[in-house]
């Protein structure tokens, strides 16, 4: 969706600048190492909690923080003689916490140390995320979004991807993409029967909550693969496809839990450690044996998979070939659950930004700001974490709130335009 960006450059130099946005209660400065001016001008916007980062473009090198007082900081880090500019991302509204800039930090650090653009070594200790709860990260997700639109408006390229040929040449076993995350790549991933029943996870939902680890942080939506089972398999059983990736924790993910056979912990106390998930779809498997280790290993498999393998990198070519042709599957029919309803966006009933709903109760009127949060009285909510604050019931923080169905326009919820719509289609 095309965004429409101010900037405002209180002197001709054009060098340090403001960054603002319509409909939007965040902003963005932009701060030259040497203007002073600038800073004491604006020292009442910039005592607040904030995502900062010092940048040198010609070296690429970065650093990433966050800070209650961003001209007290900027006065502690002229020792660093490394930075010329710096980034100053908050609200303008003072919603924005210190709790909420520090998961800011943590996710632009990752972010940023994931595209590799960028030299982060000026960090000496990796920010790590708070503990927040499901519906706070909900909210700081398009917030993180904001704050990249931003930098890549003041004309920051420091979440642009390394060029392929500046790179060095990828290793065995290894997942490191050397390409463009755009491009859909094929994978293995391995699964062990000790550990998890995915046998009977697919046949009841045809789907499982892959948890992110360190070797698929950048499995995208779009990528599909095979699934390696260990012992007492060690053959590839099934395929499928990325249908999410990314994924903050829900409660739907509990479902699988059941599957484990382990003495490990759950999905919610793996995502309260900051971990996230891809959905995984089985759309095939094999009954027999045709994709067996010592078959893979003597068709370009380099040993037995004990992390997930991209093999769509030019040096599996063969192995990728080999599969495709030899895969042939029967269908993976689950019988536990419908299929699930995409999540609600604005968008789907042709609602942007800056249009306004009423939530049913008082009909109260709230402003939509990206595809799925709102403002009202200065603070953005998602639709159920609205219903959870302002619903007239005891106990409604406790609940949990279709969010869609309790916002109207026209006299209609928006979940009753949404399902006019799918049927018209």
Not at 175 to 186: M, P
Not at 293 to 304: C, D, F, R, T
Request: charged letters at 30%.
């Amino acid at each position: 969706m095309a965004k429409v960006f101010q900037i405002l450059v209180p002197d001709n130099t054009l060098v340090s600048r403001i960054i603002s946005c319509e409909n939007q209660v965040t902003e963005l400065f932009v701060i030259d190492r040497a203007d002073k001016k600038f800073v004491s001008e604006y020292s009442a916007d910039l005592n607040k909690p904030a995502l900062y980062i010092l940048v040198n473009r010609d070296k690429k090198q970065l650093y990433v923080g966050e800070t209650d007082d961003s001209i007290k900081r900027l006065r502690n880090h002229e020792a660093k003689d490394f930075w010329t500019e710096a980034i100053v991302f908050h609200s303008t509204t003072d919603t924005l916490s210190t709790t909420e800039v520090k998961w800011l930090e943590a996710k632009t650090y990752e972010a940023l140390k994931e595209l590799s653009y960028y030299d982060l070594s000026e960090n000496k200790q990796v920010p790590q995320q708070p503990p927040l709860k499901r519906n706070q990260i909900y909210t700081l997700e398009p917030i993180f979004e904001e704050a990249k639109n931003y930098i890549c408006a003041a004309g920051f390229d420091i979440f642009l991807k390394k060029n392929v040929e500046t790179e060095e040449a990828p290793q065995p076993q290894t997942t490191d993409i050397k390409e463009d995350d755009r491009q859909s790549n094929v994978w293995i991933l391995p699964s062990s029967k000790k550990r998890f029943d995915l046998e009977a996870c697919f046949a009841e939902y045809g789907e499982v909550y892959w948890r992110i680890t360190n070797n698929i942080k950048r499995i995208r939506k779009g990528d599909r693969g095979y699934v390696y089972s260990s012992d007492p398999d060690k053959a590839i059983l099934y395929r499928f496809e990325v249908v999410e990736s990314q994924l903050p924790y829900s409660k739907i993910m509990d479902r699988d839990d059941k599957f484990s056979k382990s003495k490990g912990e759950l999905n919610k106390e793996f995502a309260a450690k900051g971990g996230a998930f891809v959905l995984v779809r089985a759309n095939g498997f094999v009954d027999d044996k045709r994709l067996s280790l010592p078959i893979l290993l003597s068709n370009g498999l380099k040993g037995a998979p004990q992390g997930a393998i991209r093999i769509s990198q030019e040096e599996y070519k063969l192995l990728l070939d080999f599969i495709d042709a030899h895969f042939e599957e029967k269908e993976v029919k689950p019988v536990g659950v419908k299929a699930r309803r995409p999540p609600f966006k604005f968008s789907m009933i042709g609602l942007k930004p800056g249009d306004v709903v009423y939530f049913e109760h008082g009909d109260i009127p709230v402003t939509v700001v990206s595809e799925n949060t709102v403002a009202y009285d200065n603070e953005i909510y998602t639709l159920s974490r609205f219903c959870k604050h302002f619903m007239p019931e005891e106990g409604s923080e406790n609940k949990e709130y279709q969010g869609p169905a309790h916002f109207t326009l026209n006299g209609k919820t928006l979940d009753e335009i949404r399902k006019e719509k799918e049927r018209n289609n």
